[in-house]
């Protein structure tokens, strides 16, 4: 990856960068959840955001078994 060549960045705070807070996970946090208006929004991926639905929490679920069984879900 060379850094000539990368689109520049705003400082748009919906820009920010930010990945799963969960130590050594290194995944994209695309899952924020903000405690308040005022409070700083906090960052997780899939599998570590904790305020999943029970819906949500399923389909994770389901996914982690196929991927324990070599099995591919669509
Ligand atoms: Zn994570």
């Given amino acids: 990856m ?6 520049a960045l705003t400082t748009s705070a919906h ?3 930010h990945y799963c ?9 695309s899952w924020g959840n903000s405690p ?4 700083s929004t906090r960052w997780w991926c899939f599998e570590h955001y904790p ?3 029970y819906e949500q929490e399923q389909v ?6 196929a991927a324990e069984h070599g099995a591919d879900i669509q």
């Fill in 60 to 65: 994770l679920r389901l996914k982690l078994e």
């Fill in 21 to 29: 807070e969960e130590t050594d996970c290194n995944e994209w946090g």
């Fill in 15 to 17: 820009m920010y960068l």
């Fill in 51 to 53: 305020h999943k639905s």
């Fill in 2 to 7: 060379s850094d000539t060549d990368r689109p």
């Fill in 36 to 39: 308040s208006s005022a409070g």
